[in-house]
C-alpha cells in the first residue's frame, strides 16, 4: 500500500481586496468627520503672538477714539462733533497714506458710532481698511446668550 502525501493546501488571504475595503473606509470617516465646535460662554483672554506684535509694530496708526460721552479724540486731540469730518478730511489731505485704528469705549452710543463711520466714509477712509477696538472690562461672570425662540 502506497500513500500520496497530498499536499497542504495554502490559505490565501485576498489582501488586494482588503486595502480596497480599508481605503474606502478612511475616505468615508475623512468625508463624514467633523470637528467639534466649542462654543464658549466665559471670559477668555486671547493669546499673543510675537510675530502679529512686530508686524504691528512696523504699522503706524493714528488713533480715532470715542468716549462713552459722544467724545471723539484724533490722535490725542478731543476734536468736536460738528468739526468731526472737516478734521478726518484735513489729515487725509495732510497724509493720503495714514491709516486709523478706531477705539470705542464699551458705553458708547450706536449713533456715534454710526456718526463716526460716516464722517469717515465722507473724508475718504475705507471702513474695511480700519480695524477697530471694543474697550471693554471684562465682568465677574458672563451668562450665555438668551436662546431664540
Known amino acids: 500500500m502506497r500513500f500520496v502525501k497530498q499536499r497542504r493546501r495554502m490559505?490565501?488571504?485576498?489582501?488586494?481586496?482588503?486595502?480596497?475595503?480599508l481605503a474606502i473606509l478612511l475616505i468615508f470617516?475623512?468625508?463624514?468627520w467633523r470637528p467639534r465646535e466649542v462654543k464658549v460662554y466665559a471670559d477668555i483672554t486671547p493669546p499673543s503672538s510675537g510675530a502679529l506684535a512686530a508686524r504691528?509694530?512696523?504699522?503706524?496708526?493714528?488713533?480715532?477714539?470715542?468716549?462713552?460721552?459722544?467724545?471723539f479724540w484724533?490722535?490725542?486731540?478731543?476734536?468736536?462733533?460738528?468739526?468731526?469730518?472737516?478734521?478726518?478730511?484735513?489729515?487725509?489731505?495732510?497724509?493720503?497714506?495714514?491709516?486709523?485704528?478706531?477705539?470705542?469705549?464699551?458705553?458708547a452710543p450706536l449713533k456715534a458710532l454710526v456718526f463716526a463711520?460716516?464722517?469717515l466714509t465722507r473724508a475718504g477712509f475705507e471702513l474695511k481698511d480700519i480695524p477697530s477696538r471694543l474697550l471693554m472690562e471684562k465682568s465677574a461672570t458672563t451668562a450665555p446668550p438668551p436662546a431664540t425662540p
Open 56 to 71: 504691528a509694530a512696523e504699522e503706524r496708526r493714528v488713533e480715532l477714539a470715542i468716549t462713552s460721552d459722544m467724545r
Open 11 to 21: 490559505v490565501t488571504v485576498p489582501i488586494v481586496s482588503l486595502i480596497d475595503i
Open 74 to 107: 484724533l490722535a490725542g486731540r478731543e476734536v468736536a462733533a460738528d468739526g468731526f469730518a472737516a478734521a478726518l478730511a484735513a489729515l487725509k489731505a495732510d497724509d493720503p497714506g495714514v491709516k486709523l485704528e478706531l477705539k470705542t469705549d464699551e458705553d
Open 29 to 32: 470617516v475623512i468625508l463624514t
Open 117 to 119: 463711520w460716516d464722517a
